[in-house]
Each structure stands twice: as C-alpha cells, then as structure tokens.
C-alpha cells in the first residue's frame, strides 16, 4: 500500500507562484514514477508532469511548459511542483499519484492523493 498526502495549495494573483508537495509513505519500493494531475470544474482530469524515482527524466503538459517544475527529494519521499507564472486557467485541484512506470496517462497511476486546490485569480 502506498499514501500520498498533498499540501501547498492557495490562492494566488495572476504570475505569482505556488510550490506544491506530496509526501509518499507505506510500500513506496515499488514506486518508479511520480505525478501530478489536476482538474478544473465540469473538465476531465489532465497530465500536469511527472518525475522518475532517480529524479529524471522529466516530463510535462505543454500548457505547464517553462513555468511549471517538478522534483523530488528521495531522503524525504517527497515529489515537489514548483508552479510559476501562474494563470487563471491553471486553477484546479491537484494530485499526485505514483506509478510503476513514467507516463502522461492517467490510468498508468495506481496510487493517488486526495488533492489540493489552487485557485489563481485574474
């Protein structure tokens, strides 16, 4: 069993900044992946990045590209979202989920958090 705990969600103007984690606990050993995925009201959950367990590669929606960055700190089992840049339509509740391979795609997470909203006004 794995447990996401997300945390670091607000509001916050139009080009401010937001840092996002979510610690990991329980049988994380067979953890590769880590993700973030958020969804909008009435909008279908949708890939925001995802990091493997060595740190890299990385990879990222294009909408987050060059504002968004994900890391992670193994001593800590903590995946970290570094939100820049901040728009309106980046509100959503996020969450972070684990997976046994890196992927974009939301079935490929086994394990998720419950989320943490943001909510980013014009």
């Known amino acids: 069993q794995v447990q996401l705990v997300e945390s670091g969600g607000g509001l916050v103007q139009a080009g401010g900044s937001l840092r996002l984690s979510c610690a990991a606990s329980g049988r994380t050993f067979s953890i590769h992946a880590m993700g973030w995925f958020r969804q909008a009201p009435g909008k279908e959950r949708e890939f925001v990045a995802a990091?493997?367990?060595?740190?890299?590669?990385?990879l990222y929606a294009d909408s987050v590209k060059g504002r968004f960055t994900i890391s992670r700190d193994n001593a800590k089992n903590t995946v970290y979202l570094q939100m820049n840049m901040l728009k309106p339509e980046d509100t959503a509740v996020y969450s972070c989920?684990?997976?046994?391979?890196?992927?974009?795609?939301?079935?490929?997470?086994?394990?998720w958090g419950q989320g943490t909203r943001v909510s980013v006004s014009s």
């Open positions: 990091i493997t367990r060595s740190g890299g590669p990385t």
């Open positions: 989920a684990a997976s046994i391979i890196l992927s974009t795609r939301v079935n490929e997470y086994a394990y």
